[in-house]
């Protein structure tokens, strides 16, 4: 399927660069195209395998009717020239996990994680369950590295664990999972996807392929997952039901209580949904309730998500920057519902809206908006009565926060808005917040 083919790889990156290692040497015509120069030892690696790299802005200029396939970075846009004209000429077009998906063992448990929020943390917690149980797993996707790096570490009898975004699942065909966690839905990507009804059915290709022997787990309070998944052939196994729940201070499972959230480091109802979720993938490996326990009394979350920076003079810092949507900024302001916040607001302008948050601002002491949506965030501020800053940058939002925060508030990064507006990826975002905590000179 992937030899004796001239095939276009459009974005290098991590998935670019991986998947043309994994195609490279099957008597395949390969050409790489970034807008982008490589790095000096990538450039060379590949030069070294064959590879053909161009390096141009005019990506669409590349491409003629010859190609068997494309394979592109899943951050690439739909509405993009280079894949219009892709899609124009009849090319497949795939990603580089789908390319992976082929070149796996048959007798291995794929198991995938998808959401609009919580799937990284979901991710995360399964992995950490299953390695603790003996369990022999590889974790890819949009976590760690490209499956294409890893795909010569997974052998027969295998677990394969994927966070999936719906970057990714957009141009999925062959790709099929034995497990799939749909963690919730809510507006999110809209630019990319054009309406939210093209997001919900993308995220809907988690459940492809499935039968009756595949599982889906599900959030029945989330009314857009259930509505999707009316009709999908999976065996359906629901959280936030009568059945597994959280509730009083305890997490229920099958109706049992199953553990006390007092002994659980991570805080807050959408942690215990996450967990629950995670809990309900893992049984069917086999649980062991004193190891589980044992690692959730220390375990404190993934960075960048509601991650507890530090208390200077009192007030807390809590680091968020994975909140790429209105929705998780409303988990985050849910998590501190009795102290006065202190909240950096905005981004890149995707056409959020912020209305969402009006019943959940009753703590928050003043907001300062920064990115490319500023103005945006000043009006709705204005809107409901909320003091706001105009900052634009992260930097002069934490030079105002120094001079009005007061022992006792939280100072709240969580910005509702994707990063990519002033830094490469929503890590980098997180990471200069820290630093800007950690050297008060700089502000």
Do not use: W
Not at 279 to 286: A, Q
Request: aromatic share 8%.
């Amino acid at each position: 399927m992937y030899e004796n083919k001239k095939i276009l790889i459009v974005g290098a990156a991590k998935s670019g660069i991986a998947v043309a290692k994994l195609l490279a040497g099957r008597n395949n015509d390969i050409t790489l195209t970034d807008q982008k120069e490589l790095k000096a030892a990538d450039k060379k690696m590949l030069e070294s395998l064959g590879i053909k790299i161009v390096i141009t802005e005019n990506q669409s200029d590349l491409i003629t009717n010859d190609f068997d396939l494309a394979i592109k970075n899943p951050g690439i846009m739909p509405s993009s020239p280079v894949i219009q004209k892709i899609n124009e000429l009849n090319i497949r077009l795939e990603n580089e996990l789908e390319v992976a998906y082929h070149f796996l063992p048959q007798n291995i448990t794929i198991i995938g994680v998808t959401g609009s929020n919580g799937k990284t943390t979901t991710t995360t917690l399964i992995y950490e369950f299953l390695t603790r149980l003996g369990q022999n797993v590889i974790l890819g996707g949009n976590i760690g590295y490209p499956l294409c790096a890893v795909i010569d570490q997974v052998k027969a009898g295998d677990i394969l664990l994927l966070e999936i975004s719906d970057h990714q699942l957009y141009d999925m065909h062959d790709f099929k999972t034995n497990i799939s966690v749909l963690t919730n839905l809510c507006p999110t990507h809209l630019d990319y996807h054009g309406t939210y009804e093209s997001y919900k059915n993308t995220k809907k290709k988690i459940f492809n392929h499935h039968t009756d022997r595949d599982i889906a787990i599900i959030n029945k309070q989330n009314p857009d997952s259930l509505s999707i998944t009316q009709d999908i052939k999976s065996h359906k196994i629901y959280f936030n039901d009568a059945e597994n729940y959280y509730q009083d201070d305890y997490i229920y499972l099958h109706g049992e209580k199953y553990l006390y959230v007092l002994d659980i480091k991570l805080k807050g109802i959408h942690n215990y949904e996450n967990i629950i979720a995670a809990l309900l993938v893992v049984e069917k490996f086999g649980l062991n309730q004193d190891i589980i326990r044992e690692f959730l009394k220390n375990f404190g979350g993934v960075e960048h998500r509601i991650e507890y920076v530090t208390t200077k003079n009192g007030v807390e810092y809590y680091n968020d920057s994975k909140s790429t949507n209105p929705t998780a900024t409303i988990t985050a302001l849910k998590t501190f519902p009795d102290k006065p916040v202190h909240l950096i607001l905005g981004g890149l302008n995707r056409n959020q809206e912020f209305s969402p948050l009006n019943a959940y601002l009753k703590n928050v002491v003043a907001i300062y908006a920064i990115g490319e949506v500023t103005e945006q965030v000043f009006d709705y501020a204005k809107s409901q009565n909320k003091p706001c800053i105009q900052c634009y940058t992260l930097k002069d939002a934490m030079k105002n926060i120094k001079k009005s925060a007061q022992s006792g508030d939280v100072v709240l990064l969580s910005p509702g808005s994707a990063s990519q507006d002033q830094y490469e990826k929503f890590e980098d975002r997180g990471r200069e917040f820290k630093e800007l905590i950690n050297n008060e000179e700089n502000i």
